[in-house]
């Protein structure tokens, strides 16, 4: 199945580490003697949710973006999302000066539908019960000669997404243990990658929502499996399956993929919201979950934390932090 992917290497990742170079933010990584006394370890988590547009996505999109020919700037480019990679298309390509097409769920959430027109993106609306987005893609790819840029199941996606973790490890070195939000395998494949070369012996760990556990049953199984849209707070993890090229990664370099509750996820938001005085969207809390929950045994290690989001408007984030 998976004779059709691209090999990826860590080489892929320092170069798109060069490509986003002054382009991306570098973004903080924060300590908390709080959540370490918590989960009896040291944690570092990489803020992403200060990245432009507010998550990781960015530094896939404009790296793929980055390497787009003068004829595929000439004709636009093309992708479906649930939010955030939206957004992240949208800004590339405006920063980039060519046009952006984005097929989106009728339900996403408002503040990411607005972000995205906001950006200059054109919105094309679907049902994600009951149509399928790739299908949609490769349909208007071929009628306006746009090029597709999925979310995750990209050569040039994942090896932006992996400049996250290079950034991590560059600034406090080795790891034990490295946890990472994982939906449909973008961030996980990316982290994995810069983490085989630059803390060799670190065990990557994903993290998926108990609702959404595809990914956990594939890596258990050898082969994708597809479970359908779940349904959870964390809706930047409700893909239904990893990509295939996410996979052949994941495979060979995740020791791990675990699960966390929606009420872990809530009780994580409300710990950043207190007492590091930060907004966290619910996808985004989910490899900080993991370890302070005690999901993932972490006690005496140095761990690494991919804080992957921040995109939740005001109206949700205190429904879900007051419920
Ligand atoms: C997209 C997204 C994820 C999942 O990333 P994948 O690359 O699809 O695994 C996690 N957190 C946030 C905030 C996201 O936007």
């Known amino acids: 199945m998976n004779d059709t992917t691209t090999p990826l290497s860590y080489s892929d990742v320092e170069q798109a580490a060069a490509r986003i170079e002054g382009a991306a933010h570098r973004t903080p990584v924060l300590t908390s003697r709080t959540a370490d006394a918590m989960a009896g370890a040291q944690l570092f988590f990489k803020a992403e949710n200060y990245q432009r547009m507010g998550a990781f996505k960015f530094r896939g999109a404009y790296n793929a973006i980055s390497k787009f020919s003068e004829a595929q700037r000439q004709a636009g480019v093309l992708t479906f999302s649930s939010g955030n990679h939206a957004q992240a298309i949208a800004l590339s390509a405006k920063l ?35 149509e399928n987005r790739e299908e949609i893609g490769a349909r ?20 932006g997404q992996g400049t996250a973790a290079k950034e991590l490890f560059d600034e406090v070195g080795e790891l034990d243990i490295l946890l990472v939000p994982l939906g449909g395998g973008g961030l996980l494949a990316g982290c994995a990658l810069a983490a085989s070369k630059l803390s060799p012996n670190c065990t990557v760990i994903g993290v998926e929502p108990e609702a959404g556990n595809d990914g956990q049953q594939s890596l ?65 809390c989910l490899a900080a979950a993991a370890a302070m929950h005690g999901v993932v045994p972490v006690a005496g290690k140095k761990v690494g934390i991919l804080i992957s989001g921040g995109n939740v408007d005001l109206a949700r984030f205190s429904k879900l932090v007051s419920a």
């Open 220 to 284: 258990r199984s050898g082969q994708i499996v597809d479970i359908g849209v779940p349904q959870t707070i964390a809706d930047g993890a409700q893909t239904s399956h990893l990509g295939q090229h996410n996979f052949a990664v994941i495979k060979k370099l995740v020791s791990d993929i675990v699960t966390v509750s929606d009420a872990q996820l809530v009780e994580t938001m409300k710990f950043f919201a207190e007492r590091m005085k930060m907004i966290v969207e619910p996808t985004g």
């Open 140 to 159: 208007l790819a071929r009628e306006r000669g746009m090029t597709l840029i999925p979310p995750y199941d990209h050569p040039d996606v994942i090896a």
């Open 96 to 130: 980039a000066g060519i046009k952006a097409a984005i097929i989106m769920p009728k339900d996403a959430p408002e503040l990411k539908v607005r972000a995205t027109q906001g950006y200059g993106g054109e919105v094309i609306f679907y049902d994600r019960y009951t």
